[in-house]
């Protein structure tokens, strides 16, 4: 069992930036391939970004390619999403994920087991 602590979120101004870090205990993040979601009000959970076991080949969503980045750092037990350019439909709780699929880079949220609490995330215009 893993467990995720997301922090990072607030209030930013459009075209601000945020470093959401998402905290693994139990076991280490090594042992999962690890996603950020999004979720609006109203709307369904959305995938943002994973990353592999091995932190190879990261994977964005269309909608933040060019702004967001995803990393991992396997030694601090820490997977960390930076979110450059904020724009107001980026508001919304961001969730940290952990999945135990072997093969290739999960985008499903079906294929993740294990979920943070959440951080809120709202950029104003």
């Known amino acids: 069992q893993v467990q995720l602590v997301e922090s990072g979120g607030g209030l930013v101004q459009a075209g601000g930036s945020l470093r959401l870090s998402c905290a693994a205990s139990g076991r280490t993040i090594s042992d999962y391939a690890m996603g950020w979601f999004r979720q609006a009000p109203g709307k369904e959970r959305e995938f943002v970004a994973a990353i592999r076991w091995s932190g190879r080949s990261p994977l964005v969503s269309d909608s933040v390619k060019g702004r967001f980045t995803i990393s991992r750092d396997n030694a601090k037990n820490t997977v960390y999403l930076q979110m450059n350019s904020l724009k107001p439909e980026d508001t919304a709780v961001y969730y940290c994920?952990?999945?135990?699929?072997?093969?290739?880079?999960?985008?499903?949220?079906?294929?993740?087991?294990?979920w943070g609490q959440g951080t809120q995330v709202t950029v104003s215009s």
């Open positions: 994920a952990a999945s135990t699929v072997v093969a290739g880079t999960p985008v499903r949220r079906q294929v993740y087991d294990y």
